[in-house]
């Protein structure tokens, strides 16, 4: 059975913005019931947009519970249908700046290797200067845009100290490919599925058992692989890794004892059971 896609369109604390690929079935039973959650202040369905707008209380109830809850209730109107649930990636994509970067970096490697152009030092210090010029950069427009800035600009630690031990054209296609080679590849973490079935344990009409697994249609890219190894060899974490959208609601099942409130009534539970 084809998946019910749910994706995470923007998140701020105290706010969240989910898209819908296909409506509930009943859209004021299925806000009414997201709502009911303590600490869910209002659930609106835009239908011409397939959007879901939540403002909740971040003290209270997390936003991932909450999309948990909203993939609950959207696969069991859909005849307990497996919901696929997508975190795009929001940060800031490489710039100009970048991407010169890694053009200066091909020329000096190439001229490094072939010692045909007497300004091949010049060349490959420029190409580790324009590096961390781009790592900055990138570091300083994700914060205009988010606020953030994530490990990999930290990168910038390990090119510096290489650039003055004398490695500057390794360092400086680690720290390009850690810093700006996630943008290049689809973080498989950040999609997974969730399925709820009704549970029949005794005479508990309230409970559900409700699997959450990684999406089988997303495997690892050897590239992102490639990244998080170099990642892990200088001591960085991958934004990919802080990301992971299973890790986040598996963090969450945990603070919960993997029992969450029912939708319809507090007395109900729900069982989350994570497949890693």
Known sequence: M??????IVHELPGRLRLRLFRPPTDAPAFTEAVRQHEGIESVVFQPRTRSL???????????????????????????????RISRPDSSHPPGVMAYSAAGSILIATLTNALRTNPFHKL???GAGGLTALAVVDHAWQE???????????????????SLMSGHPIRASIITWLVTFGR???ENPGNACLLRADPGSQGKDKNYL?????????KPANPLSVLISALSASIG??????????LESISHMASRHHHLLESLESQ??????RLDH
């Open 2 to 7: 084809t998946p019910v896609d749910i994706s």
């Open 53 to 83: 707008l939540i403002y909740y209380q971040p003290t209270e109830v997390s936003d991932v519970e909450i999309v948990v809850r909203v993939g609950v209730r959207l696969s069991l109107d859909y005849q307990q249908s497996f919901v």
């Open 123 to 125: 060349l490959v210090q």
């Open 143 to 161: 914060w205009q845009e988010n606020q953030e800035y994530h490990p990999e600009v930290f990168s910038l630690v390990y090119l510096l100290g």
């Open 183 to 185: 943008h290049l590849v």
């Open 209 to 217: 058992d409700v699997v959450i697994r990684r999406d089988p249609t």
């Open 236 to 245: 960085m974490q991958t934004r990919s890794q802080e990301n992971d959208l």
């Open 267 to 272: 007395s109900g539970r729900i069982y989350l």
